[in-house]
T-cell receptor, first 113, second 113 residues
């Protein structure tokens, strides 16, 4: 069974440009997460979806970040405009539901120059 | 809020040495505890977990025991291998039971032949 798939793996953009990341979770997993991992730090939650509903977006910087999960499957995370401080690895994860393990994708490494 | 503190790295060991990576947590209620591992160039993988006090999680020779009295979940392995070189993250899940994770900063392990 395929794991969590993210694309692109790497992205380099200039500041003030937009960027988007895509995530395809494991089939049948209702819960989807986006985390951001800064260099030398652990991942931090940006947003959690239950099916297509964003149930926890308290840590998402809504002035420049947006996310969607159409039809409760794939998800896209967007940054517009990007800032130098957004350079990080963006991780997507999914899980079947409550009290279960979260499975992570390989992440997208974003560099803003 | 919830938090996880792990020992700083890098931890440098020779092959077959004993490994301990300390992890303590702060949380309300009774969280589940996890160790994730991140090999170079790969995504986060669950190494082991424990869902209640005194539980011992184990996998691939690694062990950790959920100690509520000391709020700790230290990772141990009796004999490390070069292939164990990676970054190890201690994490806890929230009280609601969803897999939203709070991570420590990670500890890099380097094992030399």
């Amino acid at each position: 069974e395929a794991g969590v798939v993210q694309s692109p793996r790497y992205k380099i953009i200039e500041k003030k440009q937009p960027v988007a990341f895509w995530c395809n979770p494991i089939s049948g997993h209702n819960t989807l997460y986006w985390y951001r991992q800064n260099l030398g730090q652990g991942p931090e939650l940006l947003i959690r979806y239950e099916n297509e509903e964003a149930v926890d977006d308290s840590q998402l910087p809504k002035d420049r970040f947006s996310a969607e999960r159409l039809k409760g499957v794939d998800s896209t995370l967007k940054i517009q405009p990007a800032e130098l401080g957004d350079s990080a690895v963006y991780l997507c994860a999914s899980s079947p539901g409550t009290y279960t393990e979260a499975f992570f994708g390989q992440g997208t490494r974003l560099t803003v120059v | 809020g919830d938090s996880v503190t792990q020992m700083e790295g890098p931890v440098t060991l020779s092959e077959e040495a004993f490994l301990t990576i300390n992890c303590t947590y702060t949380a309300t209620g009774y969280p589940s505890l996890f160790w994730y591992v991140q090999y170079p160039g790969e995504g986060l993988q669950l190494l082991l977990k424990a869902t209640k006090a005194d539980d011992k999680g184990s996998n691939k020779g690694f062990e950790a025991t959920y100690r509520k009295e000391t709020t700790s979940f230290h990772l141990e392995k009796g004999s490390v291998q070069v292939s164990d070189s990676a970054v190890y993250f201690c994490a806890l899940s929230d009280r609601e039971g969803y897999s939203t994770l709070t991570f420590g900063k990670g500890t890099m392990l380097l094992v030399s032949p």
